[in-house]
């Protein structure tokens, strides 16, 4: 039977057994779980069951849901996950303690023949910072500068040949 072991706040240590089909967390008297704190909202979360674990959903609650720190709206929970609703921490046991093992290779998306080579970014990434991509900078003012007076350097050398070559025909 799964199980919710309570981490930390006043009821740190109590255990509720997962037996209903939707177990609602929160501060209000109606909920099944209630946890009084101050940081978990009235309505925080509720558990669904989805085979034989649970999914975690957030109701739109006020300090947030995290499940092994990471943010979630719903997500599914396994032996052993970390949750968090404001900041009351617990522990998600599952009947089953499931063993990790890898997807077979044809379902990882991953082909291995590219393992270990230089990743690129796909085409729809973009950057998320609000200053945007930096521009590359173009050549700098003394540059041209230097490419204007050698232009200018290179016509008078000209007029200056045109002219001592018309002065010598004429």
């Given amino acids: 039977m799964p199980k919710l072991h309570i981490l930390s706040g006043v009821l740190e240590g109590k255990v509720y057994d997962l037996v209903e089909e939707r177990v609602t967390v929160g501060r209000a008297m109606d909920n099944m779980i209630r946890l009084e704190d101050g940081?978990?909202?009235h309505h925080h979360a509720m558990l669904v069951l989805d085979g034989a674990d649970y999914k975690l959903r957030d109701l739109n609650s006020t300090n947030g849901t995290r499940v092994n720190g990471m943010r979630i709206?719903?997500?599914?929970?396994s032996h052993g996950d970390q949750i968090r609703l404001g900041s009351v921490e617990m522990r998600y046991e599952g009947d089953a303690k499931k063993a990790?093992?890898?997807l077979p290779p044809s379902q990882t998306g991953v082909d291995l023949g590219e393992a270990g080579q230089r990743p690129t970014a796909s085409?729809?990434?973009s950057s998320v910072s609000p200053f945007g991509r930096k521009k590359k900078k173009g050549p700098g003012l003394?540059?041209?500068?230097?490419?204007?007076l050698a232009i200018a350097a290179i016509a008078a050398v000209v007029f200056v040949v045109h002219m001592l070559t018309k002065l010598?025909?004429?």
């Fill in 142 to 148: 003394w540059v041209w500068i230097a490419i204007g």
């Fill in 100 to 102: 990790s093992q890898p």
């Fill in 168 to 170: 010598q025909s004429g």
């Fill in 39 to 41: 940081t978990v909202s």
């Fill in 73 to 77: 709206v719903e997500t599914r929970v």
């Fill in 123 to 125: 085409p729809a990434f």
